[in-house]
Protein backbone atom coordinates (compact mmCIF):
# COMPACT_ATOMS: atom_id res chain seq x y z
CA UNK A 1 0.00 0.00 0.00
CA UNK A 2 1.60 3.46 -1.02
CA UNK A 3 2.06 5.48 2.19
CA UNK A 4 2.39 9.20 2.46
CA UNK A 5 4.94 11.06 4.95
CA UNK A 6 3.95 14.14 6.05
CA UNK A 7 7.20 16.75 6.07
CA UNK A 8 6.78 19.30 8.35
CA UNK A 9 9.93 21.31 7.79
CA UNK A 10 7.91 24.42 7.43
CA UNK A 11 5.49 24.34 10.26
CA UNK A 12 9.28 24.90 12.05
CA UNK A 13 10.12 27.87 9.00
CA UNK A 14 7.23 29.76 10.19
CA UNK A 15 8.54 29.66 13.86
CA UNK A 16 12.01 30.08 13.06
CA UNK A 17 10.93 33.33 11.08
CA UNK A 18 10.19 34.63 14.36
CA UNK A 19 12.59 32.87 16.63
CA UNK A 20 9.38 32.16 19.11
CA UNK A 21 7.77 28.77 20.04
CA UNK A 22 4.69 28.96 17.50
CA UNK A 23 3.60 26.93 15.70
CA UNK A 24 5.22 23.55 16.97
CA UNK A 25 5.81 21.69 14.49
CA UNK A 26 5.64 18.60 17.23
CA UNK A 27 1.47 19.95 17.27
CA UNK A 28 1.64 19.42 13.18
CA UNK A 29 3.32 16.02 13.77
CA UNK A 30 0.23 14.86 15.57
CA UNK A 31 -2.74 16.53 13.80
CA UNK A 32 -0.88 15.20 10.41
CA UNK A 33 -0.79 12.09 12.26
CA UNK A 34 -4.78 12.20 13.43
CA UNK A 35 -5.86 12.91 9.40
CA UNK A 36 -3.92 9.79 7.93
CA UNK A 37 -0.41 10.80 7.71
CA UNK A 38 1.57 7.26 7.63
CA UNK A 39 4.81 8.96 8.98
CA UNK A 40 6.32 12.32 9.50
CA UNK A 41 9.45 13.46 7.83
CA UNK A 42 11.73 15.98 8.93
CA UNK A 43 15.02 17.07 7.46
CA UNK A 44 17.55 18.11 10.31
CA UNK A 45 19.65 21.03 8.56
CA UNK A 46 23.34 21.29 9.36
CA UNK A 47 22.40 25.42 9.77
CA UNK A 48 19.29 24.25 11.60
CA UNK A 49 17.22 26.64 9.60
CA UNK A 50 13.98 25.03 10.49
CA UNK A 51 14.08 21.99 12.51
CA UNK A 52 15.91 22.10 16.08
CA UNK A 53 17.20 19.20 17.73
CA UNK A 54 14.41 19.44 20.45
CA UNK A 55 12.10 18.65 17.79
CA UNK A 56 14.04 15.85 16.36
CA UNK A 57 14.11 14.65 19.69
CA UNK A 58 10.34 15.14 21.00
CA UNK A 59 9.01 13.56 17.48
CA UNK A 60 10.97 10.12 18.19
CA UNK A 61 8.38 10.55 21.49
CA UNK A 62 6.08 11.67 20.25
CA UNK A 63 4.83 10.64 16.82
CA UNK A 64 2.77 6.80 16.76
CA UNK A 65 3.39 6.43 13.29
CA UNK A 66 6.65 6.62 11.79
CA UNK A 67 9.08 8.98 11.67
CA UNK A 68 11.49 9.89 8.48
CA UNK A 69 14.78 12.11 9.65
CA UNK A 70 16.22 13.26 6.59
CA UNK A 71 19.90 14.59 6.96
CA UNK A 72 23.50 15.08 5.02
CA UNK A 73 25.85 11.81 5.78
CA UNK A 74 28.41 13.76 7.84
CA UNK A 75 29.54 12.70 11.20
CA UNK A 76 27.31 15.04 13.10
CA UNK A 77 24.12 13.92 11.93
CA UNK A 78 25.08 10.44 12.11
CA UNK A 79 25.88 10.93 15.61
CA UNK A 80 22.37 12.57 16.47
CA UNK A 81 20.95 9.68 14.23
CA UNK A 82 22.37 6.88 16.40
CA UNK A 83 21.49 8.55 19.07
CA UNK A 84 18.00 9.47 18.68
CA UNK A 85 17.05 6.59 16.42
CA UNK A 86 14.70 7.18 13.95
CA UNK A 87 12.10 4.46 12.27
CA UNK A 88 14.68 5.48 8.74
CA UNK A 89 16.80 8.13 7.66
CA UNK A 90 16.75 9.67 4.30
CA UNK A 91 20.36 10.53 3.13
CA UNK A 92 20.15 13.62 1.08
CA UNK A 93 23.24 15.91 -0.27
CA UNK A 94 22.76 19.60 1.53
CA UNK A 95 24.82 22.74 0.72
CA UNK A 96 24.18 26.10 2.83
CA UNK A 97 23.37 28.58 0.53
CA UNK A 98 20.50 25.92 -1.17
CA UNK A 99 16.93 27.15 -0.56
CA UNK A 100 16.20 23.25 -0.92
CA UNK A 101 17.55 20.22 -1.48
CA UNK A 102 18.73 21.09 -4.99
CA UNK A 103 19.41 17.54 -6.94
CA UNK A 104 19.66 13.55 -5.89
CA UNK A 105 22.88 12.52 -3.78
CA UNK A 106 25.98 11.47 -5.52
CA UNK A 107 26.50 7.44 -4.10
CA UNK A 108 28.44 6.51 -7.52
CA UNK A 109 31.12 8.44 -6.78
CA UNK A 110 31.21 7.83 -3.26
CA UNK A 111 30.75 4.69 -3.12
CA UNK A 112 33.82 3.41 -0.55
CA UNK A 113 32.31 6.01 2.13
CA UNK A 114 29.01 5.79 2.12
CA UNK A 115 28.77 2.02 2.16
CA UNK A 116 30.71 2.57 5.18
CA UNK A 117 27.87 5.09 6.42
CA UNK A 118 25.43 2.49 5.40
CA UNK A 119 26.83 0.26 7.49
CA UNK A 120 26.87 2.13 10.22
CA UNK A 121 23.51 3.11 10.55
CA UNK A 122 21.61 -0.62 9.43
CA UNK A 123 24.30 -1.37 11.97
CA UNK A 124 22.68 0.47 14.75
CA UNK A 125 19.12 -0.36 13.62
CA UNK A 126 17.88 2.23 11.01
CA UNK A 127 16.81 1.63 7.89
CA UNK A 128 18.72 3.70 5.23
CA UNK A 129 17.04 5.38 2.15
CA UNK A 130 19.51 7.26 -0.31
CA UNK A 131 17.69 10.17 -1.94
CA UNK A 132 18.59 10.40 -5.48
CA UNK A 133 18.57 11.06 -9.20
CA UNK A 134 16.59 8.25 -11.08
CA UNK A 135 19.94 7.14 -13.04
CA UNK A 136 20.72 3.88 -13.55
CA UNK A 137 24.53 4.50 -11.85
CA UNK A 138 22.89 6.11 -9.22
CA UNK A 139 20.61 3.45 -8.11
CA UNK A 140 23.23 0.59 -9.00
CA UNK A 141 25.49 2.09 -6.66
CA UNK A 142 22.52 2.88 -3.67
CA UNK A 143 21.92 -1.11 -4.13
CA UNK A 144 26.14 -1.80 -3.73
CA UNK A 145 26.01 0.19 -0.24
CA UNK A 146 23.16 -2.39 0.93
CA UNK A 147 20.93 0.47 1.96
CA UNK A 148 17.28 -0.68 2.06
CA UNK A 149 15.65 2.16 0.38
CA UNK A 150 16.25 4.76 -2.40
CA UNK A 151 14.09 7.68 -2.63
CA UNK A 152 13.60 9.09 -6.44
CA UNK A 153 14.04 12.67 -6.96
CA UNK A 154 11.12 13.66 -8.44
CA UNK A 155 12.49 17.71 -8.73
CA UNK A 156 12.68 17.52 -12.71
CA UNK A 157 9.15 15.99 -13.08
CA UNK A 158 7.54 18.52 -11.05
CA UNK A 159 9.61 20.89 -12.63
CA UNK A 160 8.50 20.28 -15.91
CA UNK A 161 7.70 23.23 -18.17
CA UNK A 162 5.27 21.10 -20.69
CA UNK A 163 3.41 17.95 -21.01
CA UNK A 164 6.21 16.29 -23.26
CA UNK A 165 8.68 17.17 -20.77
CA UNK A 166 6.85 15.87 -17.81
CA UNK A 167 6.21 13.06 -19.48
CA UNK A 168 10.02 12.18 -20.29
CA UNK A 169 10.58 12.49 -16.58
CA UNK A 170 8.12 10.08 -15.65
CA UNK A 171 9.41 7.73 -17.73
CA UNK A 172 12.70 8.34 -16.16
CA UNK A 173 11.29 7.70 -12.99
CA UNK A 174 9.48 4.72 -14.56
CA UNK A 175 12.15 2.91 -15.77
CA UNK A 176 14.08 4.37 -12.20
CA UNK A 177 11.39 2.28 -10.24
CA UNK A 178 12.07 -1.30 -12.31
CA UNK A 179 15.43 -1.21 -11.87
CA UNK A 180 15.34 -0.51 -8.46
CA UNK A 181 12.91 -3.22 -8.05
CA UNK A 182 15.15 -5.47 -9.95
CA UNK A 183 18.23 -4.79 -7.59
CA UNK A 184 15.68 -5.54 -4.44
CA UNK A 185 15.26 -1.93 -3.48
CA UNK A 186 12.83 -0.19 -1.68
CA UNK A 187 11.24 2.88 -2.87
CA UNK A 188 9.94 6.04 -2.34
CA UNK A 189 10.32 9.41 -3.76
CA UNK A 190 9.77 12.59 -3.11
CA UNK A 191 9.95 17.12 -4.00
CA UNK A 192 7.97 19.46 -5.70
CA UNK A 193 5.34 16.85 -5.86
CA UNK A 194 2.13 18.51 -5.38
CA UNK A 195 -2.08 17.67 -5.28
CA UNK A 196 -2.02 17.94 -9.15
CA UNK A 197 1.07 16.23 -10.05
CA UNK A 198 1.06 13.49 -6.97
CA UNK A 199 -1.40 10.72 -9.20
CA UNK A 200 1.31 9.91 -11.79
CA UNK A 201 4.18 9.36 -9.44
CA UNK A 202 1.67 7.42 -7.09
CA UNK A 203 0.95 4.90 -9.94
CA UNK A 204 4.33 3.97 -10.70
CA UNK A 205 5.45 0.67 -9.95
CA UNK A 206 7.13 -0.48 -6.61
CA UNK A 207 6.43 2.62 -5.08
CA UNK A 208 6.18 2.64 -1.12
CA UNK A 209 5.97 5.91 0.20
CA UNK A 210 5.87 9.47 -0.78
CA UNK A 211 7.61 12.32 1.01
CA UNK A 212 5.73 15.58 0.67
CA UNK A 213 5.87 18.70 2.50
CA UNK A 214 6.08 22.21 1.08
CA UNK A 215 2.32 21.83 -0.79
CA UNK A 216 0.80 20.06 2.15
CA UNK A 217 1.88 22.77 4.37
CA UNK A 218 1.21 25.84 2.01
CA UNK A 219 -2.41 24.23 1.82
CA UNK A 220 -2.67 24.17 5.82
CA UNK A 221 -1.82 27.42 6.72
CA UNK A 222 -4.86 28.60 4.86
CA UNK A 223 -7.41 25.50 5.44
CA UNK A 224 -5.62 23.49 8.24
CA UNK A 225 -3.59 20.68 8.43
CA UNK A 226 -5.97 17.84 9.04
CA UNK A 227 -8.21 18.80 5.47
CA UNK A 228 -4.68 19.58 3.62
CA UNK A 229 -3.65 15.66 4.77
CA UNK A 230 -7.28 14.37 4.22
CA UNK A 231 -6.81 15.67 0.40
CA UNK A 232 -3.16 14.68 -0.08
CA UNK A 233 -4.04 11.34 0.74
CA UNK A 234 -7.26 11.41 -1.89
CA UNK A 235 -4.96 13.08 -4.32
CA UNK A 236 -2.69 10.31 -4.20
CA UNK A 237 -5.81 7.89 -4.85
CA UNK A 238 -6.33 9.37 -8.24
CA UNK A 239 -9.80 10.96 -6.25
CA UNK A 240 -9.14 14.59 -5.68
N1 LIG B 1 12.24 14.41 0.04
C1 LIG B 1 13.43 15.01 0.28
C2 LIG B 1 14.65 14.17 0.34
C3 LIG B 1 13.51 16.40 0.52
O1 LIG B 1 14.70 16.96 0.77
C4 LIG B 1 12.33 17.15 0.51
C5 LIG B 1 12.38 18.62 0.82
O2 LIG B 1 12.77 18.79 2.14
C6 LIG B 1 11.12 16.49 0.27
C7 LIG B 1 11.10 15.13 0.00
C8 LIG B 1 9.82 17.23 0.26
O3 LIG B 1 9.81 18.11 -0.80
P1 LIG B 1 8.63 19.16 -0.93
O4 LIG B 1 8.71 20.06 0.27
O5 LIG B 1 8.91 19.85 -2.22
O6 LIG B 1 7.35 18.36 -0.95
Known sequence: ?????????????????RRTVEPDPIAAAVLAELAGADGITVHLREDRRHIQDRDVRLLRQTVRTHLNLEMAPTEEMIAIALDIKPDYVTLVPERREEVTTEGGIDVSGNLDRFSEVVARLQGGGIPVSWFIDAEPNQIQAASKTEARFIELHTGKYADAKSETEREKQLEVLRSGCEMANFWGLRINAGHGLTYWNVYPVACLPGMEELNIGHTIISRAVLVGMERAVREMKLAMKGEL
Open 1 to 17: MLTLGVNIDHTATIRQA
